[in-house]
T-cell receptor, first 112, second 113 residues
């Protein structure tokens, strides 16, 4: 079974630019989550999809962040315009049921 | 405010000895606890978990202990191996929260050969 795939693995952009991160969950996993780790601190929840619906986006920092999951398959997380404090590692995870989270390798975003 | 805390950012242990990683939480609604292991440039991988109805769960070299009254859990690795060197994250979840995970800031474990 293929794991959770994220790309790009790294992205360096200038402040004010737009970046789109993509996550392909494990096939058949209805639950998809985005998390972020900033500056070596804790991994923080951003939002949760069930299929194509946003269940909880309470962790989204502000309206510069937009997540979509069209058709309930892959998801994108767009940051527009990017700010310096958006730098960090963005993790996607998917889950079928129970507690079985599978994380992707993450996208390291650097805003300069 | 951080609901899950790992107060030791790093820990070094000699190969073959026991590694003990600690985690404290403040939210009494948490009812499921997990430990994840993370190597550089990889995502967190699940290691072991424990439900709040238990106080111990064991899986091979890994044992997690839960002290609900103290809101404290710990991960014991014995014997420690150099391949165990990684960042270990404690995470907690509350029922009804769609199993959203709240993580600690991680502990870098280094097992010295």
């Amino acid at each position: 079974e293929a794991g959770v795939t994220q790309f790009p693995s790294h992205s360096v952009i200038e402040k004010g630019q737009t970046v789109t991160l993509r996550c392909d969950p494990i096939s058949g996993h209805d639950n998809l989550y985005w998390y972020r780790r900033v500056m070596g601190k804790e991994i923080k929840f951003l939002l949760h999809f069930v299929k194509e619906s946003k269940q909880d986006e309470s962790g989204m920092p502000n309206n510069r962040f937009l997540a979509e999951r069209t058709g309930g398959t892959y998801s994108t997380l767009k940051v527009q315009p990017a700010e310096l404090e958006d730098s960090g590692v963005y993790f996607c995870a998917s889950r079928a049921g129970g507690y079985g989270y599978t994380f992707g390798s993450g996208t390291r975003l650097t805003v300069v | 405010d951080q609901q899950v805390k790992q107060n030791s950012p790093s820990l070094s242990v000699q190969e073959g000895r026991i590694s003990i990683l600690n985690c404290d939480y403040t939210n009494s609604m948490f009812d499921y606890f997990l430990w994840y292991k993370k190597y550089p440039a990889e995502g967190p991988t699940f290691l072991i978990s424990i439900s709040s109805i238990k106080d111990k769960n064991e899986d091979g070299r890994f044992t997690v202990f839960l002290n609900k009254s103290a809101k404290h859990l710990s991960l014991h690795i014995v014997p420690s191996q150099p391949g165990d060197s990684a960042v270990y994250f404690c995470a907690a979840s509350a029922s009804g929260s769609a199993r959203q995970l709240t993580f600690g800031s991680g502990t870098q474990l280094t097992v010295l050969p």
